[in-house]
């Protein structure tokens, strides 16, 4: 039996991907904010960087020395602003989206096996070229983007910031894995882009029509849209995809680690310039580790 370590599996496209592990003889301990009664299931609330500590307390004292074949980083939200800060004092989109996840998976990097495959759950709105309708990065500086107010370029409509601050973030994941590769070389680390999914929680906290559209076009109503849209999945095929790719039963071209889902297919495409930049994605490292209280 193979042992897997997920966040953000209780809902959205990332409930379908747990179902699909659990149900291929692993173990899947979910990271979650509430219990899923089908799942291991211990505390974790991505706010708190002591809830992140606490989980990863808690599943290794849990599992011993059994390691972790797949860590599954795929919890993520976007706030309708980047006003709101998280008992750190961190603001709350690049908190829980990148810190949470970049601190959890240093806890448990000394607790995985030797060809562990990780996987960090990132958006097609982190590159201009795939031109969604969401602001771009201007920049992966994790100081800055954890206290925006010190950025002087900062957007002052509030909706840009919080656009910018969850686009962020998303480079973030990808520079993430980009670092991780390069300084554990054995693991398999893959950024995965689902494309747009509809239907699933992640407008819950933005703007009426925005949440109206979003859940409208992820039924089948929505079908003419996705149809003629490249990026538009469904949230099957996005977990389904995620599980195929967790398994390995979809694996990546050498030298690849971004993996977008396109018309429900995998595309083992080019992310953004910025976020092919190994001396982007080794200062986030460090600056990350700064801000959560880690060495480098
Ligand atoms: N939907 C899209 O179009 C799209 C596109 C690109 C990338 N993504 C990314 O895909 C991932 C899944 O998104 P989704 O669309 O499936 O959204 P979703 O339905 O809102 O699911 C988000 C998941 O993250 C968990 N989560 C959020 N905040 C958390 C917190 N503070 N502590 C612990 N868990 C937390 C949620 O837990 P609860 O069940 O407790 O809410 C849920 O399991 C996210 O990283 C998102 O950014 C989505």
Not at 2 to 27: D, E, H, P, W, Y
Not at 110 to 129: C, E, K, W
Not at 170 to 190: D, G, M, N
Request: net charge neutral.
């Amino acid at each position: 039996m193979t042992t897997m370590v997920m966040t953000g599996g209780t809902s959205g496209f990332g409930m379908i991907t747990a179902q699909r592990l659990k149900g291929g003889n692993a173990r899947v301990i979910l990271g979650a904010r509430r219990p899923e009664s089908a799942l291991d299931t211990f505390p974790l609330e991505l706010t708190e960087l002591d809830s992140v500590r606490g989980f990863a307390a808690a599943v290794r004292a849990e599992l011993g020395d059994t390691p972790i074949d797949a860590l599954v980083l795929n919890a993520g939200l976007i706030s309708p602003d980047a006003d709101s800060r998280t008992a750190d004092g961190f603001e709350t989109t690049f908190a829980v989206n990148h810190l949470a996840h970049y601190l959890l998976l240093r806890l448990l990097l000394p607790a995985l096996a030797q060809d562990a495959i990780v996987t960090l759950t990132t958006s097609g709105t982190h590159d201009p070229a795939t031109k969604a309708s969401l602001v771009t990065p201007r920049h992966a500086d994790a100081e800055l983007l954890a206290h925006p107010d010190r950025d002087p370029d900062r957007n002052p409509k509030a909706s840009k910031a919080g656009q910018h601050a969850y686009t962020a973030s998303k480079l973030c994941a990808v520079l993430t894995v980009r670092a991780l590769t390069e300084r554990h070389p054995q693991l398999t680390a893959l950024a995965y882009d689902p494309g747009q999914v509809f239907g699933t929680g992640l407008a819950k906290d933005l703007a009426l029509p925005l949440r109206i559209a979003w859940t409208v076009l992820g039924t089948p109503a929505g079908w003419p849209v996705r149809r003629f849209s490249p990026t538009l999945n469904t949230r099957t095929a996005a977990g389904n995809t995620l599980a195929d790719l967790v398994f390995r039963l979809q694996t990546a071209p050498d030298g690849h680690t971004y993996a977008a889902l396109r018309r429900g297919e995998l595309a083992w495409i080019d992310p953004s310039v910025p976020a092919r930049d190994d001396k982007l994605a080794q200062t986030l490292w460090a600056d990350s580790a700064r801000l959560v209280g880690l060495p480098d």
